[in-house]
């Protein structure tokens, strides 16, 4: 790998393992990886993940000119509400707010299992709504550019309203 690369290496801390086996498993398609450690990502989170106030946001959008989704996103918020007491949820937006082009709404969680679990019940149940999700590190620009991800259709943030650097004022509610 060359050196100039601007990412630290994702086999830090491995330079010295022993090569991994080529062997195929019985279902003809996947590797077979020896028994080892779990990763400690499994109960932590990992470097540069803060989860001192919330570890992720959950950004999710409707479009406000559809009575339907409006209506299914409305449900939405009310299911997670209930289902997900411990997660903090945000209000219901009805017009867009901050970097975010349409109306949302924000749920935060603070743990790995949190994270898992909502992540994939999202996935089930996110109906028309797209979904922005970020860390938050510190670096509120980073987190909602570099290091997001979607469910559904991406929107593209007004990210010039981001404040850039590390550590934020996270009192900025709905961002």
């Avoid at 209930?82 to 009805?94: A, S």
């Avoid at 707010?97 to 996110?126: C, D, I, K, Y």
């Amino acid at each position: 790998m060359p050196a100039d690369l601007p990412w630290v290496s994702p086999l830090k801390g491995y330079e010295n393992a022993e090569p991994l086996p080529t062997t195929i498993n019985p279902d003809g398609k996947s590797l077979y990886n020896p028994p080892g450690p779990k990763s400690t990502a499994y109960e932590e989170f990992p470097e540069p993940i803060d989860p001192s106030n919330n570890a992720f946001d959950f950004h999710i959008y409707y479009q406000p000119n559809s009575a339907a989704e409006t209506q299914y996103a409305r449900e939405l918020h009310e299911r997670i509400r209930r289902e997900f007491p411990e997660l903090r949820i945000y209000k219901f937006w009805d017009k867009p707010v901050g970097p975010h082009p349409v109306p949302m709404f924000e749920v935060n969680v603070f743990t790995v299992h949190q994270t898992g679990t909502f992540f994939s019940w999202l996935v089930a149940n996110r109906g028309p709504c797209s979904v922005l999700i970020h860390p938050n590190t510190g670096d509120s620009y980073r987190d909602h550019t570099e290091l997001a991800t979607w469910m559904g259709r991406p929107h593209p943030l007004l990210a010039e309203r981001l404040p850039r650097g590390p550590r934020w004022s996270s009192a900025r509610a709905g961002v």
